[in-house]
């Protein structure tokens, strides 16, 4: 597999990562305790190095399956994991309430390394923004933790370019989370120039758009309640039909490459900047082993242009939330 490195940050890991949260949460079904184990630990004997969660997903149980199915690679791979919000009376984060005052950080921090069963986070992300607490008192707070020596890396998710800068003149950030996808590219104009200009590393969630851009979704598809993809605009029949082209387009590059429409949306990815690492989802070998053909395809700079021209002339039908 393929290595890339994030940013200046040293920090190396595959070319694509693995998305481990619908492993337990967001989709229905979700994967069996023990499947899903076996499965990380087939991923980690194809080459994977890097594993995202995050303690909201469940929430908890994500980062438990990380953990005992990464333990016996420990020092091998890199798992991130996120904090940024506020506990319920249970003590469970709740999603849409963010929390990250410094006491939280350090609490989901501790938490966290006991579920993960490791000494120290790699990379450690502020899951998304939070308007009561200063970025620089979020940043101070996980460089305290790494100088403890219980967080490797910081990272943010889906910030703007004024709060990563803010945040990188006080710790480093080593990477951003943020959705980039052909069908999302809104972070192009301000994010990805600030990520390069400050040597940070970009790692797109959702990278094949909730699984439309395989091509295997259609009008007729329909998502369990459970599923988040069916309270999601673009997940209408409606939408779905209409962005058809996108698909279209994927199928066209797909023929012609001997590849798919995922490996394709994957692979324009990938040549984008030699610094960004995706993180699909799977659950299934073969999804898997599919996401990771894209490491090998190359798009050519006409390629590129052609699937860049084709893309700008189509309309993306719905919100991404």
Partial sequence: MEKRKLGNSGL??????????????????????QDMVDFIR???????????????????????????????FKGDVIIATKFGFNPDAEGKPRPGDPNSRP??????????????????????YQHRPDPKVP???VAGTVKELIQEGKVKHFGLSESSADLIRRAHAVQPVAAL???YSLWWRNIEAEILPTCEELGIGLVPYSPLG???????????????????????????????KANRK??????????EKRATPAQIALAWLLAQKPWIVPIPGSRKLERLDENLGAV??????????????????IAVVGDRY
């Fill in 12 to 33: 190396e890991v595959s070319a694509l990562g693995l998305g481990c949260m619908r492993m337990s949460f967001g989709d229905s079904p979700i994967g069996d305790h």
């Fill in 296 to 313: 090998s395809i190359e798009l050519s700079s006409d390629d590129l242009l052609e699937i860049n021209e084709a893309i700008s002339k």
């Fill in 135 to 137: 970025i620089e008192d």
């Fill in 210 to 240: 909730r699984g439309y851009l395989t091509g295997k979704i259609d009008e007729t598809t329909t998502f369990d309640s459970s599923d988040i993809r069916s309270k999601n605009p673009r997940f209408t029949a409606e939408a779905i």
């Fill in 246 to 255: 996108v698909i279209e387009l994927l199928e066209r590059i797909s023929g």
């Fill in 177 to 179: 989370q943020s959705e």
């Fill in 42 to 72: 087939k991923s980690v004997e194809r080459g994977v190095t890097f594993f995202d969660t995050a303690e909201v997903y469940g929430p908890f149980t994500n980062e438990l399956l990380v953990g005992e199915a990464l333990e016996p």
């Fill in 103 to 124: 006491e939280r950080i350090k609490q989901v921090a501790e938490e966290s390394l006991k579920r993960l069963r490791v000494d120290a986070i790699d990379l450690f």
